[in-house]
């Protein structure tokens, strides 16, 4: 039988196989993480299953036809047994969600600290000539609108501004001065984030980010913001630098775009078409040598992205 080299395969399997590749980098630090935290391959499994049957289901529907165990079993290569099973444990957990909640606890208990932030670094009210969070009386009995119990009840009236603080204070997310006046360590408070704030906040980023550049990569429009800068060859004091600059700017441009996403709010409050999300991340990342920092499964390094 005939060699077959690479060009003469079929243009769609060559497209496959390199998706496949570029999946497989796109997974590796995300694996490392899984077994950091103790979780195996049988997990995993199970877990891309329920992806994959659920992706199928919602979004790739057959128009005015029901949706079959077979048909997500032969789009997903899933056995049809499978299918049946995470399709009733996923109608049974989106019955039991319905009946009491619209977020996970994680996403509640993450949002409330993020909103806070939000506004106290986003506001100008809250912030000094250099556009730097201001130190806030406590009370509200000595500071009015512009105090950490004001400022915490303006985001969420069922909290109580004492319980947060007591939180805050416990991670040196903030320090209390001689006058009352609370001062946020933003640098401390991202730090110092629990497991459940930094998992939520690690699923939301990954997913969005993947999500926009799969909108882009489907040809959908409008395309959506997706660009990095990315060179080799620099000595570690150099990337530290290119770090400290990224940093300064990154938060610079969060801040301008945090700033006028809450004018927006206040100006579309009450209006019910008001309900689109947006989410805006900045990262950088450095490592020693010229690839990436894992090898492909074939033990030659990966090339760069």
Same mark, same amino acid.
């Not at 406590?138 to 950490?148: N, Q, Y």
């Not at 060859?233 to 400290?244: K, N, V």
């Given at each position: 039988?005939?060699? =077959?080299?690479?060009?003469?395969?079929?243009?769609?399997?060559?497209?496959?196989?390199? $998706?496949?590749?570029?999946?497989?980098?796109?997974?590796?630090?995300?694996?490392?993480?899984?077994?950091?935290?103790?979780?195996? %391959?049988?997990? $995993?499994?199970?877990?891309?299953? =329920?992806? +994959?049957?659920?992706?199928?289901?919602? *979004?790739?529907?057959?128009?005015?036809?029901?949706?079959?165990?077979?048909?997500?079993?032969?789009?997903?290569?899933?056995?049809?047994?499978?299918?049946?099973?995470?399709?009733?444990?996923?109608? *049974?957990?989106?019955?039991?969600?319905?009946?009491?909640?619209?977020?996970?606890?994680?996403?509640?208990?993450?949002?409330?600290?993020?909103?806070?932030?939000?506004?106290?670094?986003?506001?100008?009210? %809250?912030?000094? *000539?250099?556009?730097?969070?201001?130190? $806030?009386?406590?009370?509200?009995?000595?500071?009015?609108?512009?105090?950490?119990?004001?400022?915490?009840?303006?985001?969420?009236?069922?909290?109580?501004?004492?319980? $947060?603080?007591?939180?805050?204070?416990?991670?040196?997310?903030?320090?209390?001065?001689?006058?009352?006046?609370?001062?946020?360590?933003?640098?401390?408070?991202?730090?110092?984030?629990?497991?459940?704030?930094?998992?939520?906040? +690690?699923?939301?980023?990954?997913?969005?980010?993947?999500?926009?550049?799969?909108?882009?990569?489907?040809?959908?429009?409008?395309?959506?913001?997706?660009?990095?800068?990315?060179?080799?060859?620099?000595?570690?004091?150099?990337?530290?630098?290119?770090?400290?600059?990224?940093?300064?700017?990154?938060?610079?441009?969060?801040?301008?775009?945090?700033?006028?996403?809450?004018?927006?709010?206040?100006?579309?409050?009450?209006?019910?078409?008001?309900?689109?999300?947006?989410?805006?991340?900045? %990262? %950088?990342?450095?490592?020693?040598?010229?690839?990436? =920092?894992?090898?492909?499964?074939?033990?030659?390094?990966?090339?760069?992205?």
């Amino acid at each position: 039988m005939a060699h =077959t080299t690479s060009e003469q395969k079929p243009v769609m399997e060559r497209r496959s196989s390199h $998706l496949l590749a570029t999946t497989q980098r796109t997974l590796w630090p995300l694996v490392k993480l899984l077994l950091h935290r103790g979780i195996g %391959y049988p997990a $995993l499994s199970e877990a891309l299953k =329920t992806v +994959f049957v659920g992706v199928a289901e919602s *979004e790739f529907p057959l128009q005015s036809k029901r949706e079959t165990d077979s048909r997500i079993s032969l789009l997903t290569g899933i056995h049809r047994r499978d299918v049946k099973r995470l399709r009733d444990a996923m109608r *049974e957990r989106r019955a039991h969600t319905a009946a009491w909640r619209t977020e996970t606890p994680s996403a509640m208990g993450a949002s409330l600290s993020a909103r806070v932030v939000a506004v106290w670094t986003g506001l100008s009210s %809250y912030l000094d *000539e250099r556009g730097a969070p201001l130190p $806030l009386p406590r009370l509200a009995r000595r500071g009015g609108e512009h105090s950490f119990e004001s400022l915490v009840q303006s985001v969420n009236k069922d909290t109580r501004p004492r319980a $947060l603080l007591d939180e805050w204070l416990r991670r040196g997310a903030v320090s209390i001065d001689e006058q009352d006046r609370v001062h946020l360590n933003l640098e401390m408070f991202m730090a110092t984030r629990d497991l459940d704030d930094r998992a939520f906040q +690690f699923g939301q980023h990954i997913h969005d980010h993947v999500a926009a550049i799969v909108h882009n990569l489907t040809g959908d429009q409008p395309p959506f913001l997706e660009r990095a800068v990315s060179h080799v060859d620099l000595t570690q004091a150099s990337a530290a630098e290119l770090a400290e600059l990224a940093y300064r700017e990154g938060v610079r441009a969060l801040q301008a775009v945090n700033r006028r996403a809450l004018e927006l709010k206040a100006r579309d409050a009450g209006d019910p078409a008001a309900r689109t999300r947006i989410n805006l991340g900045i %990262y %950088y990342f450095s490592a020693a040598g010229r690839g990436s =920092t894992h090898e492909s499964s074939d033990g030659a390094p990966s090339p760069d992205a």
